[in-house]
Structure formats: structure tokens, C-alpha cells
């Protein structure tokens, strides 16, 4: 499989958005769930948001609830999070995995998660 590969990344002020992108080709029919997780300097890396088989459920960290949205294209090739009214809190190395065929947990664990992007930075200063 192709590896996965994130864009979208930079510095916005806070109340900004971004929205990121994930060229996930294959990966979605062969994944349980993808999706986005964080990590922030002297923190573990965490999963942000989360997309199941077929789109019917997701999962959102409490900090971003409402703020930010997991989606897929229909042809299931790009997995994208678009992050609305960003924080300073929200500022770390963001990346996209895909997770094992046969499952994945709810919550999500990063043990679920058998491939990684090389992450992108995000940046949201005062």
C-alpha cells in the first residue's frame, strides 16, 4: 500500500481553521476505522478524531467536540479534519493512521493502529 500522507498544516490565529488532508488510497476498505491523532510536546499522542467502517460512526476527543469534523471522500481516497475555531491548545504534530481490517476500539487506542503518516504541524497562536 501506498503510504499514507498528510497536508494541510500551518500556523493560524486562534478562532482560525484549517483543514487537513490524508492521501489514504486503499486504506479505507482495508481499515476498520482511520483517523487523526495529536501529539503535544511532553504529552502522549492522543486520537483526536476517528472514522468506523462505512462512515456510520465516529469519535471525538471532548477538547474538540464540536469543533472539529472527520470525513472521507466518497471514493474513500482522501480522509480529511476540518478544525474550526482552533485553540493554542490545539497546536501539535497531527497524524493520520489506519488502523487494523478486523477492529477497532471505542474509544480508539494507538495499539489499533497499524500504519502512520509522517505527521503535520499545526500552529495556532493568541
Known amino acids: 500500500q501506498e503510504p499514507l500522507v498528510e497536508s494541510g498544516g500551518g500556523s493560524v490565529q486562534a478562532g482560525g481553521s484549517l483543514r487537513l488532508s490524508c492521501a489514504a488510497s486503499g486504506y479505507a476498505f482495508t481499515s476498520y476505522c482511520m483517523g487523526w491523532f495529536r501529539q503535544i510536546p511532553g504529552m502522549e499522542r492522543e486520537a483526536v478524531a476517528v472514522i468506523y467502517t462505512g462512515g456510520d460512526m465516529t469519535y471525538y476527543t471532548d477538547s474538540v467536540e464540536g469543533r472539529f469534523t472527520i470525513s472521507q471522500d466518497q471514493a474513500k481516497i482522501t480522509l480529511y479534519l476540518q478544525m474550526n475555531s482552533l485553540k493554542s491548545e490545539d497546536s501539535g504534530i497531527y497524524y493520520c493512521?489506519?488502523?487494523?481490517?478486523?477492529?477497532?476500539?471505542?474509544?480508539?487506542?494507538?495499539?489499533?493502529?497499524?500504519?502512520w503518516g509522517q505527521g503535520t504541524q499545526v500552529t495556532v497562536s493568541q
Open positions: 493512521a489506519a488502523s487494523h481490517p478486523t477492529w477497532c476500539d471505542y474509544p480508539p487506542r494507538q495499539e489499533d493502529f497499524s500504519h
